[in-house]
């Protein structure tokens, strides 16, 4: 299925960084941890974070894991500031059924 996706969205054999952002959840509560990092849920931060892996690494791609929904507004925020960067968000697996499969596969 990895593949498959990596194929869909023009990954393979390309170099790319991989990230995980969580939007909205406080499923366990604010944890301190959760706390720390609340802040790079805004997106010009966390743009900020990534762009400084993006210069070091010299690359052009980033593969976007996220329960943020699809091309949502969070997302195209992202995006605009990363310019010159291809933002490619894995697919989302909704409904309950899937809430545990999704948790692993964004954060795999």
Do not use: S, Y
Request: aromatic content about 6%.
């Amino acid at each position: 299925r990895a593949a498959a996706i990596a194929g869909r969205l023009g990954l393979q054999g390309q170099r790319f960084l991989a990230v995980h952002w969580r939007q909205g959840d406080w499923f366990l509560g604010p944890h301190p941890r959760k706390l720390e990092q609340a802040k790079l849920a805004e997106a010009p931060r966390f743009a900020a974070l990534l762009l400084k892996h993006i210069n070091r690494l010299g690359l052009t791609r980033v593969f976007l894991m996220t329960n943020a929904p699809h091309d949502g507004p969070a997302v195209r925020a992202l995006a605009a500031h990363l310019p010159g960067v291809l933002l490619l968000q894995a697919p989302n697996l909704r409904g309950d059924k899937n809430n545990l499969r999704q948790l692993c596969a964004e954060m795999a």
